[in-house]
């Protein structure tokens, strides 16, 4: 077991220079010239010759490649072409926030998931079947930034509950600790500053989990079914076993381990997929500050945070992965053994 | 049977989501007054929230060159030197008057004494002459995006006692004094801030003006609250909020929710969303023009009769209407009215369609190549191939056919350099609002700037001539020669110059919205009932 964590861990080496090498060179090939964008209206040729000499953007691609990787080991990004500042902290300024964010959507989903799933599958073709399979398919088929949209008109426009956007009152905003609000406002002790973030929290949680729980629901319902039809589900009836133990322990333990590698992907992807429902919530995460990067040519910024994402990804397969293990004891690990 | 449990279903499903966010909300409403409470005297916030759609690029007038960090930038700095409130014209600020030598080349300011930094610095001469230094050589770097067009004809900085500076120039310029009034690279900063953040104080201003730095929480919001030791009357509201709220319905909502007290950077497809949720629109003449520029230096167009017969298909009033819906004003000048040197005696070729197809049909012009760019720009909601697509109909109407090739901005702009094209489409946003920083266009040697590559030595010599004129009547009347004469030459068709809009709560007042862009909040309050 320990060996097959340690393999794990380094194969995210070989993973990490792929992605860096990838996202290294699009940048370059597809990407305008940086210059005009960071030197503006009044640049010139000469003032942009040198600036691109002194931020190596003159030497060989391959030369500048090495010398961002031998940075990138020691911990240094490199500086935003854009403004000036260091990119970890760029970076780390507005990741709090996008881990909170993924965080609240992916409890929603699997609670929310899970549960409609469980109900679909014990009440299979009852009205509580045909309400999961719709909010499944709702769920699948709506646009986050749409539903963001609508959320906000209808809940915050219309209906004043919630605010349109945003993480927090600033006058309210608790001192900074984790950067997490939520948890800094408890760790402070301030409820009012809790229930604040709170109220920014759920509307963006809800529409970013949507889809999420969507594919949650569908994945319990199909897991649970085939669990349901098997012999040993039977054996524990005849048993006499009552139905909520059946379902609960028997059955659904074993129904989750596919769901689990489920809600890993899915939080992966709800921390590098957050943009369209950061823009609309105005969420100050990362998402929108990829693509700001992006169109502006910031290459060290965009660099920086596809190799984030991508080690975040990696490790919570690699978790997922292990979860597996403490849901089914059959599984033992072998060095031949892969997912 | 089928269908009615579908019905059912979903009715279940909409009734479980609502009550599930009911059950959340709670403690939102609680805020809002009650009807029977008794209506106290009006007194004003604590706090005025101003949204727009981005961060700023950073705090240091030095090193940014955007309008979001504009607007915040005028509220932490002082120049020596600032606008009037409704024109570009300047008055004494930081510089409480100054004297300028006969030869045009040396500057003397009297600086306002007991001005204090928000760090409790001194602020003095050698604190202008920190500031300027800096952005100088050799002192100066690459990434100080108007250090050359501020100070570039900058000789020294001398101080010569502790409330009085000179600035010496390299060559007569009057526009260095509407220069020294902009909100970028002008703004004079604490030399104490610069020293400890390593030349830079992008993340960590420290100004004279009357509202301080607290706090920037990236993509979220820059915190900033009142200087009670400014040296003028203080501002009348404690805290300012700027939020970034990217999204325009999204900035829209937050204000008709309340949320926020003013935002900009809206357009015309949300003015009947802010009118109906009770806001108040705000309309700023903006500092801009956008035009249709002829190659001047190929057939047909080297021709001033073909210039002048092509402008006159063109109705330009019913152009800019249906383009711009009121959000953009036609252009009749190439200076917007408040810039000094405008006049409205000034005459663009008038529209006359008959006149057009004669002089087009002498001139032999029968296919014109138009070259247009696919994004708005600030000047041009509409984008510029819609633009030049109105142009191709009005000149189908007299006979001619326009191919018009369309590029998204940057590559626009090589291709505009390149100069294969007998017309395009360009605009200009004011820097200073110093009247050659528009009319220098046209005799700009780089065709990036001059796009209708127009060389004209007569031209040329008005402009040298009146950079050597003090502000005044005699040198706005430079100008206005300039612009009847460019208009003479048909090089440019002025085609609109864009408004500005912003929106704001009808309880809020005291904003002054600059045609700068920029927004000066330290009268700004909002009353509360």
């Known amino acids: ?339 | 049977m089928k269908r009615s449990a579908h019905l059912l279903s979903l009715m279940l499903a909409l009734a479980l989501v609502v009550s599930a966010l009911a059950g959340c909300a709670g403690e939102t409403v609680e805020e809002e007054p009650t009807a029977e409470e008794p209506v106290a005297e009006a007194t004003t916030a604590d706090t005025f929230t101003y949204a727009q759609g981005a961060d700023p690029r950073g705090l240091d007038p030095a090193l940014v060159d955007d309008g979001e960090s504009s607007k915040i930038i005028v509220n932490i700095y002082e120049n020596l030197l600032k606008y009037n409130d409704d024109s570009t014209e300047v008055e004494p600020s930081l510089a409480e008057s100054w004297d300028i030598s006969e030869d045009g080349l040396s500057y003397t300011f009297k600086l306002r004494e007991g001005v204090k930094f928000h760090d409790g610095t001194d602020f003095d001469a050698e604190a202008v002459k920190f500031n300027i230094d800096r952005q100088l050589p050799p002192l100066v770097t690459e990434e100080m995006g108007y250090a050359g067009f501020v100070f570039g004809s900058v000789k020294d900085v001398v101080v010569v006692d502790e409330y009085t500076v000179q600035i010496n120039l390299t060559a007569p310029n009057t526009a260095f004094l509407a220069n020294l009034a902009m909100s970028l690279a002008a703004p004079i900063i604490s030399p104490t801030a610069l020293e400890a953040g390593d030349n830079s104080v992008m993340e960590n201003p420290v100004g004279t003006g009357p509202y301080k730095f607290v706090e920037w929480n990236k993509g979220e919001n820059i915190v900033l609250v009142r200087n009670d030791e400014y040296w003028g009357e203080p501002a009348k509201t404690k805290n300012v909020v700027f939020r970034f709220i990217a999204d325009n319905s999204a900035r829209v909502l937050a204000l008709s929710n309340g949320e926020v007290d003013m935002i900009d950077g809206i357009d015309a497809t949300v003015v009947d969303q802010i009118t109906e949720g009770g806001g108040e629109l705000f309309e700023a003449a903006g500092m801009n023009i956008s035009y249709m520029a002829y190659n001047t230096t190929t057939s047909p167009f080297k021709d001033q009769a073909a210039r002048v017969a092509f402008s006159q298909a063109i109705d330009r009033e019913e152009l800019v209407k249906s383009l711009y819906q009121g959000y953009s004003d036609v252009a009749d000048t190439i200076l917007p009215t408040f810039v000094p040197g405008f006049d409205p005696a000034v005459e663009q070729v008038e529209f006359d369609a008959e006149a057009a197809k004669a002089g087009l049909a002498a001139a032999g012009v029968t296919e014109v190549h138009m070259i247009s760019y696919t994004n708005p720009r600030p000047y041009n909601a509409a984008t510029g191939v819609s633009l030049a697509t109105a142009i191709q109909g009005y000149l189908q109407k007299v006979g001619v056919e326009c191919t018009i090739d369309t590029f998204d901005w940057t590559t626009y702009k090589e291709k505009v350099k390149a100069g294969d094209y007998d017309i395009c489409f360009y605009g200009w946003i004011g820097d200073n609002g110093d009247p050659d920083n528009f009319m220098n266009l046209l005799s700009d040697p780089d065709p990036t700037m001059n796009v209708a590559r127009w060389q004209d030595p007569t031209y040329q010599g008005m402009i040298k001539d009146a950079l050597l004129l003090p502000n005044g009547d005699e040198r706005n009347a430079a100008y206005a020669e300039m612009e009847t004469y460019v208009a003479e030459q048909a090089i440019w068709l002025p085609i609109s110059h864009a408004k500005t809009l912003a929106a704001y709560r009808p309880e809020v007042s005291g904003f002054v919205y600059h045609v700068t862009g920029n927004v000066f909040l330290k009268n700004a309050v909002v009353e509360v009932p």
């Open chain 1, 1 to 339: 077991m320990l060996k097959y964590v340690i393999k794990r861990v380094f194969m995210v080496i070989p993973v990490m220079i792929g992605v860096s090498i990838i996202v290294f060179s699009l940048m370059r090939v597809f990407s305008p010239d940086p210059a005009p964008i960071v030197l503006g209206q009044h640049a010139t040729v000469e003032s942009m010759d040198a600036w691109r000499e002194a931020n190596g953007l003159n030497d060989p691609v391959v030369s500048q490649y090495f010398t961002y990787l031998t940075g990138a080991l020691k911990g240094d990004l490199g500086t935003s072409y854009y403004t000036k500042s260091p990119v970890t902290g760029e970076i780390f300024a507005r990741f709090p926030a996008t881990i909170e964010l993924a965080l609240a959507a992916i409890v929603f989903a699997t609670v929310v998931g899970v549960l409609l799933g469980v109900v679909a599958a014990v009440k299979k073709n009852s009205i509580f079947d045909a309400v999961g399979s719709l909010f499944a398919l709702v769920g699948v088929s709506i646009p986050i930034f749409w539903l963001g949209i609508l959320f906000i008109m209808f809940f915050s426009g219309y209906l004043h509950w919630f605010p349109s956007g945003g993480r927090i009152d600033v006058l309210l905003k608790p001192a900074e600790v984790t950067g997490f609000y939520m948890v800094d406002a408890v760790i402070e002790g301030n409820w009012v500053a809790f229930n604040n973030a709170l109220d920014h929290l759920i509307l963006p949680a809800l529409a970013l989990g949507m889809y999420s729980m969507a594919i949650i629901t569908r994945m319990t319902r199909s897991s649970m079914l085939e669990t349901l039809g098997q012999d040993y589900i039977r054996t524990a009836r005849a048993k006499g076993i009552s139905e909520t133990k059946v379902i609960g322990k028997h059955a659904l333990r074993p129904s989750l381990i596919p769901v689990t590698t489920v809600i890993g992907l899915q939080f992966g992807s709800l921390l590098g997929g957050a943009l369209l429902t950061e823009s609309v919530f105005s969420w100050p995460g990362i998402g929108k500050f990829t693509v700001d990067s992006i169109l502006k040519s910031d290459f060290p910024v965009v660099q920086g945070i596809v190799l984030l994402v991508a080690v975040i990804f990696v490790m919570i397969n690699l978790t997922a992965d292990l979860a597996y293990a403490s849901l089914d004891p059959r599984i033992k690990y072998s060095s031949k053994k892969e997912r």
